[in-house]
């Protein structure tokens, strides 16, 4: 229950951090570490260098835009949590950060940790791609002949970002540098639900619902699937007729088990129903 | 390889200390073994337990999962460092009064959790202090002292502000106790090179095949367009076969009856090699057989033990429907990290690319020498539902 032997740098800026990841293949960048630690204790990830992007400024700003929040990588669940910084949405961050693993986990633990890391069930990648969030990706685009090498940022949203179970679209030696999540009208109702043995565990079956008839958006995501997040972009035909949800489950593959269809289904419906008592705005 | 080591200030109850530490040792063994401050116990040594709990810069974190070196400049507070703490003054009178503690073991974590619960969140009710207190295992009091004593302490706090206490400082002790005090850490007594383990060669043992306990099971069923003793044919050849197995490989050519292979997945992050040894028998009467396999990654110490059913029926002159069956237990560091269901998922697609590799062998297709191991991401997966999606008329 020791890591492998691993190397450690603390870069002095992003260039220096992405140069880094990108001439070592073995190495993994180090954000909050509360997934990455567990596995590098478990001997199931080994790299060869961590790279701690975590402390990095441009992982660390906000920057408010007239449409949308720019979220560093590295904030983390619990500066959600506790309003540390702001909210595009009518309080349904801090409401999911609470939600997210344990206190002592939420004090390290960042919302592009989460992104990177893609575990189909964590709570960020289906609450961002139910509230259509791009995610902002940087690289190097060169090695030589920079003194300063330039850096590359592209933006795509959540859903298409992550591609499988732990699996994402970052390319060799590119990083999360934030996560942009548009505001919401005051007016948005969120619905939120997870199903878990025990608080705090990993969730068996999860559904995120954002319903913003100011900005003509009714979007529904169902996480906890053994692969990608299911994103419904116009779920209006689901909220009309809560019966649909069974033939969007047997669609996206999620009904073999009759078990975990009924979970599933049980979430989905409630997160449904959570829309009306819970996300009005105080 | 030598351990690199890298110099690290850091500030523990209330002391800054110099040292050199390597990498990839945790911020609990640091304290432990380096600092003698004993009080922070390990449990589960993957971020589970809460028996570790910590206070970095003033919030509660699991030390288990923390590293030193990437804590430059952090101020660590351990139990021992919270003996003057009012609160801890108060959390300890009541833990004793309700009875909170059996064996002690999660008690550190319990109390420093405690702390952070009730400055948080002042005159939090039962149900809330349980839903706050998830992360902290106790397996003998059946939390309902520590619920008590904790729920005491919020109440008495009821009308105070909630603190956040990340960033807050923690005064140190006023009188620190030489056994409260963490001890500089002493020069390193030199590196110990690790041994290398014995190549893992085990399997020389007589195979025996032995029943699977509580299996996953997968069953594919897919159409082959050539006949049936072709595909049968094919499934004699264990080299073929494998072969068809996304990043599996004979380790040793095989005499028709046993195999040795190797395997490996990706999974993210993870990733695993499995070697093993297999039997094969079959039955021409029916038209059927089975591989019986185990393997071990060793990396990991990821147990894999599995079974392959697979049935032939003849569809037409030139088509065949072959039916597999695959069962497997995980057991180990994998299974426990990978959780069942994406373990299924990955090994639902393995059984999918196996079949659509086998098609491929059959037609006299050419297989990549190496298959490239199995990677969980999109483009396999895209590629195996067009297939899947064409195989049944769909697409």
Known sequence: MKPARFDYLRPADLPTALTALKEDTGAKPLSGGQSLGPMLNLRLARPSLLVHVGALPELRAVEERPDAILYGAAITHAEFEDGAVPDPTPGFLARIARGIAYRAVRNRGTIGGSLAHADPAADWPTTLAALGAQVSLVTLTSLTGHLTAPTLRREMPVEDFITGAF????????????????????????????????????????????????????????????????????????????????????????????????????????????????SLPA | ???????????????????????????????????????????????????????????????????????????????????????????????????????????????????????RRPGLDTDAIRHELAGNLCRCTGYVGIIKAIQSVAAERAGEAPLVTRGTLVAPPLYASPLTLPVPPTSRIGII?????????????????????????????????????????????????????????????????????????????????????????????????????????????????????????????????????????LQGPLAQMSRGAIARDLAARLTGAFAANLDGAVKGGVLAPQAAPLDAGSLVLSLLKGWLARLFGRG
């Open chain 1, 167 to 278: 699996e994402t679209a970052l390319g060799e030696g590119e990083i999360v540098e934030g996560v942009v999540i548009p505001r919401c009208h005051g007016t948005a109702r969120f619905g939120y639900r997870k199903s878990c043995r025990k608080v705090g565990e990993f969730a068996e079956a999860m559904c995120a619902v954002l319903y913003d008839p100011a900005r003509g958006v009714f979007r529904l995501a169902i996480g906890a699937t053994e692969a990608r997040q299911v994103v419904i972009q116009d779920a209006r035909f689901i909220l009309q007729d809560v019966d649909k949800i069974d033939e969007v489950l047997r669609e996206a593959g999620l009904a073999a088990d009759p078990a975990s269809f009924r979970l599933r289904r049980a979430v989905i419906r409630e997160a449904i129903a959570a829309l009306e008592p819970e």
């Open chain 2, 193 to 329: 090179e690790p041994q290398k383990a014995p190549a893992a060669a085990p399997e020389d043992a007589a195979f025996t095949i032995e029943p699977l306990r509580n299996p996953i099971e997968i069953v594919q069923e897919f159409d082959v367009g050539a006949p049936r003793a072709t595909v049968w044919a094919l499934f004699q050849d264990p080299a073929r076969v494998i072969a068809c197995l996304p990043g599996a490989s004979l380790s040793e050519p095989s005499d028709g009856r046993s195999l040795k292979a190797e395997m490996r997945v990706k999974l993210g992050p993870m990733q695993a090699a499995f070697g093993g040894v297999g039997q094969i028998s079959a039955d021409p009467s029916t038209w059927s057989g089975a591989i019986d396999g185990r393997g071990v990654d060793a990396r990991s110490a990821t147990r894999v033990q599995a079974r392959l059913v697979y049935r032939l029926e003849e569809k037409s002159e030139n088509g065949t429907h072959v039916c597999v069956d695959v069962a497997y237990v």
């Open chain 2, 1 to 119: 390889m030598n351990a690199v080591t890298h110099a690290l200030s850091i500030e523990v109850n209330g002391r800054p200390i110099e040292a050199e530490v390597e990498p990839r040792q945790s911020l609990a063994d640091f304290l432990r073994e380096d600092l003698l401050l004993t009080g922070t116990h390990l449990g589960c040594e993957h971020g589970v337990c809460g028996a570790c709990t910590i206070l970095i810069d003033g919030a509660p974190a699991r030390s288990c999962i923390a590293f030193p070196v990437a804590l430059e400049g952090a101020k660590i507070t351990t139990i021992e460092g919270l003996i003057d703490d009012p609160v801890m003054v108060e959390l300890r009178a009541a833990f004793t009064r309700e009875h909170a503690l059996q064996c002690g073991f999660c008690t550190p974590g319990m109390l420093v959790m405690a702390r952070d619960i009730v400055l």
